[in-house]
């Protein structure tokens, strides 16, 4: 159920922390909405080119900002954020409202919302889809967990990068969505680039081939939105590492086996994009998993490289 909000209620001055591949491209666009943005980074020359003006410290973003956003990489980064000495949790305020749009795991979730609830602060997991592309042009879907109230108080901010906004339940609803679905979509981008490497190497006219796919019951985000580009040189950089997919990937298998589901699809993501990394394509987009299967299939590559863009 997508929550009731306030257009009006927007916050005077919004807290960043990670403005890197996604995190850079929300800040532009509440940027570009008219929201001030005070923003940390471990990399701080990143944060002038999304238009946010950088913070001292953590600190300095708590004593600030009614509502901080997070765009981490993993739940121990985003633990670090918060509890180590000089973090978010010991500078809290009574009111204010942290969005964690990074992917967790949704244990640490659950018990980071705990101990903010403590001090007052309303922390809500966002789970983010539609890729670096989805936050470029602010149509990312997004998976909320916690108190709906808060939410709506956010959602004017959530607007700007994203087109839908789900609730899912409770603290830790929003990541464990996002857990899910970012396994589909890790097994579906494998599986395709896996194909469109058969494809090329039985002879087949790659782009008549994704027509086919794309009418048929092997359609997929992938095969729809990746590959079209793919098969012409551009991989769409600026995503999701394929470091961090196999990251994703762990997470969902931990987390179905905490809830007694069997876990019998895991194998492939993790072999392809294991591939990946060990090929030198762990921290390049994990749509370059293509070419680290190419790689194993005798050096294809599905687009001509003499006319590469």
């Not at 009006?8 to 403005?19: E, I, R």
């Not at 700007?160 to 981008?189: C, R, Y």
């Amino acid at each position: 159920m997508a929550a009731q909000h306030d257009p009006a209620a927007q916050p005077d001055l919004v807290g960043m922390v990670g403005t890197g591949n996604m995190g850079g491209r929300i800040t532009r666009r509440m940027v570009a909405a008219g929201h001030d943005v005070l923003a940390v980074d471990a990399e701080p020359a990143r944060i002038p080119a999304c238009g946010a003006a950088p913070a001292k410290d953590l600190a300095e973003l708590a004593e600030r900002c009614d509502v901080i956003m997070l765009s981490l990489p993993d739940s121990p980064v985003i633990e670090s954020v918060i509890r180590n000495p000089g973090g978010l949790l010991e500078h809290a305020r009574d009111g204010q409202v942290i969005v964690d749009l990074s992917t967790a795991n949704p244990a640490s979730t659950r018990a980071l919302h705990d101990e903010l609830q403590g001090r007052g602060v309303r922390y809500l997991d966002a789970g983010i889809s539609g890729g670096a592309a989805g936050a470029e042009n602010g149509t990312l879907t997004l998976m909320v967990g916690g108190d709906e109230t808060a939410l709506a108080r956010v959602r004017p901010l959530l607007d700007t990068f994203s087109a839908h906004v789900h609730h899912m339940g409770g603290s830790g609803a929003g990541h464990v969505t996002k857990v899910l679905n970012n396994f589909l979509n890790g097994i579906t981008l494998a599986a395709t680039a896996e194909v469109m490497v058969a494809g090329k190497k039985a002879g087949l006219d790659l782009a008549q081939l994704l027509d086919v796919i794309n009418t048929s019951t092997g359609v997929s985000f992938a095969s729809r939105s990746r590959f079209p580009h793919i098969i012409k040189g551009d991989y769409l950089e600026g995503g999701l590492t394929s470091n961090l997919m196999t990251k994703d990937v762990v997470a969902y298998v931990d987390h179905v086996r905490e809830l007694g589901v069997p876990c019998l699809n895991a194998a492939g993501p993790l072999s392809a994009f294991g591939a990946a990394a060990n090929l030198g394509y762990g921290e390049l987009i994990s749509n370059r998993v293509v070419d680290a299967i190419g790689d194993l299939a005798g050096g294809v590559r599905l687009y001509d490289t003499n006319t590469e863009a």
